[in-house]
């Protein structure tokens, strides 16, 4: 089946730095990669919506210049925490789509961040 | 706005029993999809089932089952013959399609302990 990759699987960076978060489709071309964030014991609460070659949708509330995406190939969409801090300790999640609810739509295993 | 809820936080099966995880959602659209995720300890989301709100028929996928009733806007889950690896949060979510990628608006989880 289908896969999803992400790397890394778990991060630990100073407060202040920025974290790099890759979200790979290896059998299949993801036009559309989705990033959630899910705090412990939580829900998945969608950050944005990349399409590959176009600028992110992002949700109400996040912070686009802190929470830099890009999508720049059918593969491969990263997710960059610029500057962060104790809060953004987080589980980070991507979804990888190739069309409609009805074609490939898998997750990522996730990328646990801490900021010290 | 389209909102998932799920209204049991915590459930609990005994080994080789029956349980019904609970789903409502509001929505104003006519077509729409839903499905169930469970997310074990690893935390990688799987897909478990999922239903189209056009078909009437319910969907089953081995010892998991649904309860589509689309007046009542509920979709229940049945897990039959309850395994030690069911055991996770599990998230009700609903989509409706889209040109590039469905969006997906998840429940808040119900967390799944299966007692041996």
């Known amino acids: 089946g289908a896969v999803v990759s992400q790397h890394p699987s778990w991060v630990i960076c100073k407060s202040g730095t920025s974290v790099k978060i890759e979200c790979r489709s290896l059998?299949?071309?993801?036009?559309?990669m989705f990033w959630y964030r899910q705090f412990p014991k939580q829900s998945l609460m969608l950050m944005a919506t990349s399409n590959e070659g176009s600028k992110a949708t992002y949700e109400q509330g996040v912070e686009k210049d802190k929470f830099l995406i890009n999508h720049a190939s059918l593969t491969l969409s990263t997710l960059t925490v610029t500057s962060a801090h104790p809060e953004d300790s987080s589980f980070y999640i991507c979804?990888?789509?190739?069309?409609?609810?009805?074609?490939?739509?898998?997750f990522g295993p996730g990328t646990r961040l801490t900021v010290l | 706005a389209q909102t998932v809820t799920q209204s049991q936080p915590e459930m609990s099966v005994q080994e080789a029993e029956t349980v019904t995880l609970s789903c409502t959602y509001d929505t104003s659209e006519s077509d729409y999809y839903l499905f169930w995720y469970k997310q074990p300890p690893s935390r990688q989301m799987i897909l478990v089932i999922r239903q189209e709100a056009y078909k009437q028929q319910n969907a089953t996928e081995n010892r998991f089952s649904v309860n589509f009733q689309k007046a009542a806007k509920s979709f229940s889950l049945k897990i039959s013959d309850s395994q030690l690896g069911d055991a996770a949060m599990y998230f009700c979510?609903?989509?409706?399609?889209?040109?590039?990628?469905?969006?997906?608006?998840f429940g808040e989880g119900t967390q799944l302990t299966v007692n041996p």
């Open positions: 059998d299949f071309q993801a036009t559309t």
């Open positions: 979510a609903y989509t409706v399609e889209e040109t590039s990628g469905s969006r997906l608006t």
């Open positions: 979804r990888a789509a190739s069309g409609g609810w009805t074609d490939t739509q898998y």
